[in-house]
């Protein structure tokens, strides 16, 4: 009796504890939301430069709306696969040489495999200085789900600016990338304003979940209690 009363306890507040964390949970995420969304809709701000890179962190800066004015180095793109809502095909990651007189990655847009070779877009491999607005990105480092970056072949699963870099000798580059916007390229391609900002929030299932636990661990052992009472002998 003592025994199957303890552990209905700790069972129960386990459970309100972790109902708890999940309201908690709850509160982050949506706070975490909101902030994105107003990053997103915000005016564009200078990119961070080199001074401000050691600072540039995922849970602040991430999405953060930036613009950059610059040179791009078509010789030096870079396509990573993708999967996108036009279908599945490559992003198209090339240098900007700012007129800050620092280095960093946009993505310019997405291509399908048939647009795969910059060749076969020559309109869009913009000449002279450009300006790019967009989304600040931090890198995403070793590969996609299952299948890692393989830069001597060539074949990319993730935008991996440190590796990306290195493999096309740019030297030092920031440590994000820049998804550009919406803005039409010539020739339709590469097709920007594809950034999917998706958050997962199912805290507050989760948190009705484990009272839920809590409050039928209280009726368990109600029930437990009353047959325990009606076996007794009188």
């Not at 990319?156 to 990306?164: F, G, K």
């Not at 493999?167 to 916007?181: I, L, M, N, S, W």
Request: glycine letters at 10%.
């Amino acid at each position: 009796m003592i025994a199957t009363g303890l552990v209905a306890v700790l069972l129960f507040c386990g459970f309100v504890a972790l109902g708890v964390w999940q309201v908690q949970r709850l509160a982050w995420k949506t706070e975490l939301i909101a902030q994105v969304e107003a990053r997103v809709h915000a005016s564009p701000a200078p990119a961070p430069g080199p001074a401000a890179w050691v600072h540039v962190d995922r849970a602040r800066d991430q999405y953060r709306r930036v613009t950059l004015r610059g040179f791009f180095q078509h010789d030096r793109e870079t396509r990573v696969q993708a999967v996108t809502d036009l279908g599945a095909g490559f992003w198209v990651m090339t240098p900007l040489r700012t007129d800050r007189g620092f280095t960093v990655f946009v993505n310019r847009g997405f291509v399908p495999p048939e647009r795969r070779e910059p060749a076969s877009r020559p309109a869009g491999q913009a000449e002279g200085e450009q300006t790019v607005v967009g989304l600040l990105r931090i890198t995403e480092p070793g590969g996609g789900f299952l299948r890692r970056n393989d830069p001597a072949r060539d074949r990319w699963y993730s935008r991996d600016v440190p590796a990306i870099a290195k493999a096309r000798g740019v030297g030092a580059t920031a440590p994000y990338f820049v998804d550009a916007d919406a803005t039409p390229n010539a020739g339709g391609w590469p097709r920007g304003g594809l950034t999917v900002i998706r958050f997962s929030n199912n805290h507050l299932m989760y948190a009705v979940t484990w009272f839920g636990m809590a409050g039928l661990t209280l009726v368990g052992f109600g029930v437990f209690l009353r047959e325990r009472r009606r076996r007794r002998p009188t």
